[in-house]
């Protein structure tokens, strides 16, 4: 079945830090969302990519809709503690249905 | 406007019973879709419904069922509950022409099973 490949599983950073995540599919998307999830809560729509070749911020979050439509990625610029968390990509293909990746997880180093 | 809410948000059950979540989407959504969450791991689809019928369906068991009602409330029922069952269900909300549409998360009900 179709497939998100979402990298890395996890990071450990310093606060301040820019942080870089990805994700990749087997075959074209027609959006990608970004989702934040904090502990004990339901994930959080963080940025919603519509075009291929799309760049959208939102603060210190940039995302962008890859040019081959199989790939986005999302940065966050100067981390602070509360950027902790699971960050999950998903995708919609061309049967409209809304994959999910297996999320990465944010920890920032005291 | 509201956002989605879950009720109950914290749930005890034992092996074998059968337990029933409810969702109430943002107003003005016709979809809710539900998910499995266990930790550490990511989101598992559960199913999909859109107008009192489900429209897409993941690969769990029969045992997980669910239904919609007209003001677009949804249940899930999970019967003959094992312990493996124990997890976050989330449940999302969106406007509803396409699964594509932005969904919308609430907080989570969170089942044990003892």
């Known amino acids: 079945g179709q497939q998100l490949n979402q990298s890395p599983q996890s990071m450990f950073i310093q606060e301040g830090e820019d942080v870089s995540m990805n994700c990749t599919s087997s075959s074209i998307f027609n959006t990608w969302l970004w989702y934040k999830q904090d502990p004990g809560e339901g994930p959080v729509l963080l940025i919603a990519?519509?075009?291929a070749g799309e760049l959208t911020s939102n603060g210190r979050l940039t995302a962008q809709f890859g040019i081959t439509r199989k790939d986005s990625f999302l940065n966050i610029s100067a981390s602070i503690p509360s950027d902790v968390g699971i960050y999950f990509c998903?995708?919609?293909?061309?049967?409209?249905?809304?994959?999910w990746g297996a999320g990465t997880k944010l920890i920032i180093k005291p | 406007k509201a956002g989605v809410t879950q009720t109950p948000r914290y749930l005890i059950k034992t092996r074998g019973q059968q337990v029933t979540l409810s969702c109430s989407p943002i107003s003005g959504h016709r979809s809710v879709s539900w998910y499995q969450q266990t930790p550490g791991q990511g989101l598992q689809f559960l199913f999909e419904y859109f107008s009192e019928t489900q429209r897409n369906k993941g690969n769990f068991p029969g045992r997980f069922s669910g239904r919609q009602f007209s003001n677009s409330r949804s249940e899930m029922n999970v019967s003959t509950l094992e312990l493996g069952d124990s997890a976050l269900y989330l449940c999302?909300?969106?406007?509803?022409?396409?699964?594509?549409?932005?969904?919308?998360f609430g907080p989570g009900t969170r089942l044990l099973v003892l």
């Open positions: 990519l519509y075009k």
């Open positions: 999302a909300s969106s406007a509803g022409g396409r699964q594509q549409e932005t969904q919308y």
């Open positions: 998903a995708g919609t293909d061309s049967n409209y249905q809304l994959i």
